[in-house]
């Protein structure tokens, strides 16, 4: 076990909707890393959070953003939710000093579908 | 941005066979390259990495090698167990981002 939880499980929502993952982190993993893994596919980088601050971001747009929490918590929100979106959604934490490329933990990861 | 190509992209082996997969990234600046091993319903999880300064590591029945020159590197299991059974994906990363670019994956089978 990686110590990574995710919440919840699997999601169901409807299209338009919004939604909030959450991802609890090792113990003094600074980085949290989220990723969307289409079915069939590798995971794609969504953003990342070092110390509460997003600290890159992939092709993503606004709609998906998230927040990082001082007690190692941390939230992907997605708005005006499109059938796409449906995907797996994994978070990964790493001790993660800025600028290096520390080892990356996955959680279980949070099935989302949208209808 | 970084792109990772990986084959083959399913693979069965009979058991106590050996298994390879191959991955080509493009960015030369790439300097950290894990591979990840994801069975049904649950995370990717950590099987081995190797950072650019070396060409090989070893852990038991797996191995990774890195060819920083053709920009490619490859996962080696021996010995293989229906265990072994699942996807595998492989990853670059670079400094300043330490964000992962992931291959499509591999569906590996090993047959008892």
């Known amino acids: 076990e990686t110590g990574v939880t995710q919440s919840p499980t699997h999601l169901i929502k409807t299209r338009g909707q919004q939604v909030t993952l959450r991802c609890s982190s090792q113990s003094g993993h600074n980085t949290v890393s989220w990723y969307q893994q289409a079915l069939g596919q590798g995971p794609q980088f969504i953003f990342q959070?070092?110390?509460?601050?997003?600290?890159g971001r992939g092709n993503f747009p606004p709609r998906f953003s998230g927040l990082q929490f001082p007690n190692y918590s941390s939230e992907l929100n997605v708005n005006a939710l499109e059938l796409d979106d449906s995907a797996l959604y994994l978070c990964?934490?790493?001790?993660?000093?800025?600028?290096?490329?520390?080892?990356?933990?996955f959680g279980p990861g949070t099935r989302l579908t949208v209808l | 941005g970084e792109n990772v190509e990986q084959h083959p992209s399913t693979l069965s082996v009979q058991e106590g066979d050996s298994a390879v997969i191959k991955c080509t990234y493009s960015d030369s600046a790439s300097n950290y390259f894990p591979w990840y091993k994801q069975e049904l319903g649950k995370g990717p999880q950590l099987i081995i990495d190797?950072?650019?300064?070396?060409g090989e590591k070893k852990d038991q029945r797996i191995a990774v090698t890195l060819n920083k020159t053709a920009k490619h590197f490859s996962l080696h299991i021996t010995e293989t167990q229906p265990e072994d059974s699942a996807v595998y994906f492989c990853a670059a990363s670079f400094g300043g981002a330490n964000n992962l670019f992931f291959g499509t994956g591999t569906r590996l089978t090993v047959i008892p």
């Open positions: 959070y070092y110390r509460e601050e997003e600290n």
């Open positions: 990964a934490s790493s001790l993660g000093a800025s600028g290096s490329t520390d080892t990356q933990y």
């Open positions: 190797i950072r650019s300064n070396v």
